[in-house]
């Protein structure tokens, strides 16, 4: 017995799906500007089909990137009558269940006769469903389907999903737009692949790349105000706490998750003390214990609020010692910051740290770290690669400006350590503000490119 032979005909029609349903017209969103997150070929529907799921911060495109596959099958032949797209956050549906499921494709069925053999099924923000795993994976075995789903939290393929699930279904993380993606949505008619850029051309990118630093790159504020979009940015954050964090968890004492959220966003990358913020937080009247701030911070990280960085260790007892927050969005952390928490040099280190993430994270968060020399306690601001893996490291040094020969000697004197020490022959010193150039020493070397081209995979 197939879903629908199993499920149609047990319950009165749900009304307010239908109308759901019948009020959706992808034509409505276009254009749909493409984001350069790799989802992969659709895989033609079947019974048992592995589930692609797009995880990411609220706000960050994941829905846009469903309308994007719906729209690339669209333009390959396939007819609109078999995609359903649906978002299960919409407050009509009250509280949201398995049966809730059942109705949305009961529905779907009933506004299209005859029944569509082979589906593609698009479900958003699908962590809303109280027991979606064990939904889904029933989906999964009975209806004759393509499946892509969207959520708000990391935990949707580790805790929050049924057991029987796992292994039936891949990741892909959809953060705020990159500065390429930027760079394509205000001014599509500049060539980002090129490597010998005009002047015109430079003077350009370095202008786009000064206003992604202060802008960030959720895509509802690349046409607002400055002013709207700062207010735009501190409701994103705010929902965040107040849905995915106190509500998701059943919280109490918001003032002060909503307080230590805030402190969390203006630390931009610097060193975070769990006790520090305790004391702070409790000295301003707000009574909280630092093992509720350690828990907080788990589930900032899980809703993609922020990127905690650890300290590269071979030690997995030592994974939690040394630890760093960064936003998920440079923007989102200036519009909920004090003004004197925004430097521009630690703005770039975050957006750098979010890059990383984005080309190398593939889900285990030791993949990208910070480390510190053994020689002389030296820092490299981020060591790529899974030490415990065995995989092959990559240092990242990030700053502003190297005019100061200070300055410089002390960025590249850490990074020369490092490679000493971990044999690694090339490093990369990412600067906010100056020319590209190659520094030597023996066989090794460091590659000094300015953080527009950087970011643009300009790097040979």
């Known amino acids: 017995m197939d879903f629908i032979e199993g499920h149609i005909g047990d319950h009165a029609m749900n009304h307010a799906i239908i109308d759901i349903l019948e009020e959706f017209n992808l034509a409505e969103y276009m254009p749909i500007i493409p984001r350069e997150l790799d989802l992969g070929e659709p895989l033609l529907p079947r019974r048992g089909n592995l589930v692609k799921v797009i995880t990411g911060m609220r706000r960050s495109g994941k829905t846009y990137r469903l309308f994007q596959v719906m729209q690339e099958l669209q333009a390959s032949g396939v007819s609109a009558d078999v995609m359903l797209y649906f978002n299960f956050e919409d407050d009509r549906l009250g509280s ?185 937080l409790s000295s301003s009247g707000l009574k909280v214990g630092r093992e509720t701030i350690a828990q907080c911070l788990a589930y900032f990280e899980d809703a993609f609020l922020v990127l905690p960085v650890r300290e590269r260790t071979r030690s997995l007892g030592e994974l939690n010692q040394g630890l760093k927050a960064y936003p998920v969005d440079v923007g989102l952390a200036r519009a909920n910051s004090p003004a004197s928490a925004n430097d521009q040099g630690q703005s770039l280190e975050s957006a750098v740290c979010v890059e990383l993430m984005r080309r190398y994270g593939g889900g285990r968060s030791a993949s990208v770290s910070y480390m510190k020399t053994a020689q002389h306690g030296l820092e490299v601001d981020f060591s790529v690669g899974d030490v415990l893996f065995g995989d092959e490291t990559q240092l990242f040094q990030v700053t502003w400006s190297f005019e100061d020969p200070k300055t410089l000697e002390r960025e590249t004197k850490a990074l020369w350590e490092a490679m000493e020490e971990l044999h690694v022959q090339e490093a990369v010193l990412i600067v906010g503000d100056g020319s590209r150039q190659t520094l030597e020493k023996g066989e090794a070397r460091i590659k000094c490119i300015p953080a527009a081209e950087w970011f643009l995979g300009n790097v040979d």
């Open 96 to 280: 949201v269940t398995p049966q809730t499921g059942d109705e949305v494709l009961e529905a779907f069925f009933y506004l299209r006769q005859p029944r569509p053999d082979g589906l593609y099924l698009f479900f958003d923000e699908i962590q809303e469903m109280k027991n979606w795993g064990k939904w889904l994976r029933r989906i999964v075995d009975t209806v004759k389907a393509t499946i892509y789903v969207t959520g708000s939290s990391s935990k949707m393929l580790s805790a929050d999903v049924a057991t029987e699930f796992r292994g039936r279904s891949i990741e892909f993380v959809q953060y705020p737009l990159s500065f390429r993606e930027y760079v394509s949505f205000h001014e599509p008619a500049l060539n980002i692949e090129s490597r010998g850029h005009s002047l015109a051309d430079r003077g350009a990118l370095k202008r786009l790349f000064d206003a992604f630093l202060l802008q960030g790159g959720f895509p509802a504020v690349q046409s607002l105000p400055a002013s709207q979009a700062v207010s735009t940015l501190q409701g994103y954050a705010q929902r965040v706490v107040a849905r995915d964090v106190l509500e998701r968890h059943n919280l109490g004492n918001p003032q002060a998750v909503y307080a230590f959220s805030r402190k969390v966003l203006a630390l931009n990358g610097r060193r975070l003390s769990v006790r520090k913020i305790a004391n702070e």
